[in-house]
């Protein structure tokens, strides 16, 4: 029997489910204990359900989900490489009537006079490319798919319990009134203010600033109103990706729900007191700031009802995110938070929970303790270069998007411009989210196959 706690699904909603799914349903010996804990914060959502995946197709699964549904209103994009999984885990059907297909990925000038950079057909071109689709997804419909998957496949939801310690060693949590559950090894996916990873390192893990903050809108189209109400209904119905980029900030937004939300974030300089992670925003400030954008922001911002504000955070590498004998692993945004800046959050989430379940897919139970080993050591080697990689070029993406007005953002903008009037774009672009050699190490990642492939060459 597999016993997998999820203490909390957190009220903090940034999008990186963190349910690793581990493909295991071959083995029903096995016992393992998930732990993803309280506060689930920002960054860290999808690895939750994802880890359950694999783990639960082996045997019964009991899992402690605090908090696990939120009403979160936020977007996500799922990118090939991410939707990929959706479609091994058996999602894809269920979440293609609710996902937004995007036609296009388009780069605006901030005032919108320039069009930067233009991917269209993108649904033809990623399935061409990658052999898998972009989705943009309401948080909750992902959420909601992996709870009906687990709950298919026999998986006990327990909510309203936390983790407040574990014995890594033998891979007991501590629950918070005073339980203790022992498994054969401890899943983490606690997110960026897990209170289980200071423990395991054995000091302070804080997490470190960026110096930008993110305004997060969603805007039904059956709730706008006004003269421009039927142009942003149509703009919002026909779902497309576009970036608005300026001075130390930039937009960017799509459509969700199938065309029916448009979900829209602004990243720009962080103005919160060092002590505050999220406020409540004041719109008068935000329609002030962008007042001399692209119009079209301006009659969106001229519809929002409320708006917040999240300092976006971060950790730098860590030295391991698995121990030596491998009762114990991280996953997700508690070893690798990742900014907005390429939407990878989710999607490295859900890589983490693939390779992680298809390596514990080939331990032998009577050689466990031997071969857990393994799995750490060949888990880290494919995950953890692969992150922080992953990591850096958001921050890169940042600082390309970011430029203030002068020399070099003319010189940017020149760059882009002459690669899409040739209608071909070389390395190295500035949007990486349409730079060939960017975009195939991010889309064209397959995490099964690589995972397979590690364990080909070096088998346990």
């Not at 809108?217 to 300026?246: H, M, Q, Y």
């Not at 939300?261 to 329609?287: C, H, M, Q, T, W």
């Not at 303790?369 to 990591?391: F, N, S």
């Amino acid at each position: 029997m597999f016993t997998i706690w999820l203490p909390c699904w957190d009220t903090t909603q940034r999008l990186f489910p963190w349910l690793s799914c581990l493909p295991m349903w071959y083995k029903p010996y096995y016992k393992f204990l998930s732990l993803l804990l309280p506060k689930w914060p920002q960054n860290c959502r999808r690895t939750r359900t994802s880890q359950f995946f694999s783990l639960s197709f082996s045997s019964s699964l009991v899992a402690l989900l605090p908090n696990f549904l939120v009403n979160t209103k936020a977007g996500l994009q799922i990118t090939p490489n991410g939707t990929r999984l959706l479609s091994h885990w058996g999602l894809a059907d269920d979440l293609a009537p609710l996902a937004s297909k995007p036609t296009s990925l388009s780069v605006h000038r901030h005032d919108g006079t320039k069009l930067l950079a233009h991917e269209p057909l993108l649904q033809e071109r990623m399935l061409a490319r990658y052999g898998s689709p972009f989705w943009d997804l309401h948080r909750v419909h992902l959420q909601r798919a992996m709870v009906d998957k687990c709950e298919a496949l026999g998986i006990e939801l327990i909510l309203n319990a936390r983790a407040v310690s574990v014995d890594f060693d033998s891979a007991t949590v501590t629950l918070h009134y005073g339980a203790r559950i022992q498994g054969d090894l401890v899943l983490l996916s606690d997110g960026l203010w897990s209170s289980i990873r200071p423990q395991f390192l054995g000091r302070p893990s804080p997490a470190i600033l960026t110096g930008d903050l993110a305004y997060r809108i969603t805007l039904r189209t059956e709730e706008l109103t006004g003269p421009d109400r039927d142009e942003l209904a149509a703009f919002v119905a026909n779902p497309t990706v576009n970036f608005w980029i300026g001075p130390r900030s930039h937009a960017v937004g799509y459509s969700v729900s199938a065309g029916t939300v448009y979900n829209l974030v602004i990243l720009r300089p962080d103005d919160l007191p060092a002590s505050v992670v999220k406020l409540e925003g004041d719109l008068a400030e935000v329609r002030a700031l962008f007042e001399s954008w692209d119009p079209l922001l301006s009659k969106f911002l001229a519809q929002v009802k409320g708006v917040h504000k999240w300092k976006l955070m971060w950790l730098d590498a860590l030295p391991e995110w698995a121990n030596e004998s491998g009762t114990f692993f991280m996953a997700g945004d508690c070893c690798h938070p990742m900014l907005p800046y390429l939407a990878q959050g989710a999607n490295s989430s859900l890589e983490d929970g693939a390779v992680l379940g298809h390596l514990l897919s080939r331990v032998r139970r009577a050689e466990m303790k031997t071969q857990l080993p393994r799995v750490a050591e060949l888990y880290q080697r494919l995950r953890m270069e692969r992150g922080r990689r992953i990591q850096l070029e958001g921050f890169k993406q940042r600082d390309d998007f970011h430029l203030d007005d002068g020399e070099e953002q003319e010189k940017r903008d020149r760059l882009m411009v002459e690669m899409l009037e040739k209608g071909e774009i070389k390395s190295p672009f500035p949007s990486r989210w349409t730079d060939p050699e960017i975009q195939s190490f991010l889309y064209g990642y397959d995490a099964y196959e690589e995972a397979e492939k590690a364990y080909q060459e070096d088998p346990f």
